[in-house]
């Protein structure tokens, strides 16, 4: 449980002045500039779950929490077992670097990303803030897990974006899921609550964030049939 704040009530801080299409389209997967000597205060990060509260979440349910690591001990012991998911992970068929070998212009992006992936991994331990969202799963049916997820997931999207607008780093990956029950065990989070994702936080280095190379729309668009 993310702790209350003590005396008087934060002013927000001020965010970055971006349209919603540049908040949109320029919030990027952080991980080579992500400042790993520089503290988050925690009220910077409980004003942007502040705004990941206002995500949709199906029938009200609001069945979503918010675990923030900040304590070091913690997160050097996260950062272990995310080390050892990044590398099965390079080494695998679905590795980013692995993909699309046939297209040199995108495979040079698929190994910059790998490259990032692999620096992360090396370091998330180091990351100021780690943040876990979580939701409450008493059961994971066999079949479409859509609902459930798609009650968690926009708010980490909108918790990312609140970071950007306010001068925050955030990347997302699930790879820390393949410990998921012994980071769950580390942390005390009960059985029937399940993580989603992680999001290490932190102020970032540069500025110099852009929209990212895309398929055009007309090769993924459909209109009234496939």
Not at 79 to 102: C, E, H, I, K, N
Not at 116 to 134: D, F, K, R, W
Not at 137 to 161: D, E, H, I, V
Request: net charge neutral.
């Amino acid at each position: 449980m993310l702790p209350e704040a003590t005396g008087c009530d934060h002013e927000p801080m001020p965010t970055l002045p971006l349209s919603p299409d540049e908040l949109l389209t320029t919030t990027r997967s952080v991980r080579k500039r992500l400042d790993l000597t520089r503290p988050v205060p925690l009220e910077l990060v409980r004003q942007c779950l502040q705004v990941a509260l206002q995500a949709p979440t199906g029938s009200n349910r609001q069945g979503w929490h918010w675990v923030v690591i900040s304590d070091e001990s913690i997160r050097r012991v996260i950062g272990d077992y995310y080390r050892r998911a990044v590398t099965s992970y390079l080494s695998s068929s679905g590795a980013a670097a692995s993909l699309f070998a046939d297209d040199p212009e995108r495979s040079a992006v698929q190994h910059r990303v790998g490259e990032s992936v692999a620096y992360l991994g090396e370091h998330m331990g180091e990351v100021p803030m780690l943040v876990i969202p979580c939701i409450s799963a008493p059961s994971l049916r066999a079949g479409s897990q859509a609902s459930l997820w798609g009650s968690l997931l926009p708010a980490a999207w909108s918790y990312m974006l609140a970071a950007r607008a306010r001068g925050l780093g955030t990347a997302w990956t699930t790879l820390h899921l393949r410990y998921e029950k012994e980071i769950s065990e580390l942390l005390g989070i009960p059985a029937d609550i399940r993580q989603g994702v992680l999001i290490p936080t932190a102020y970032y280095t540069g500025d110099t964030f852009k929209p990212a190379p895309r398929q055009p729309l007309g090769n993924v668009l459909h209109i009234n049939s496939w």
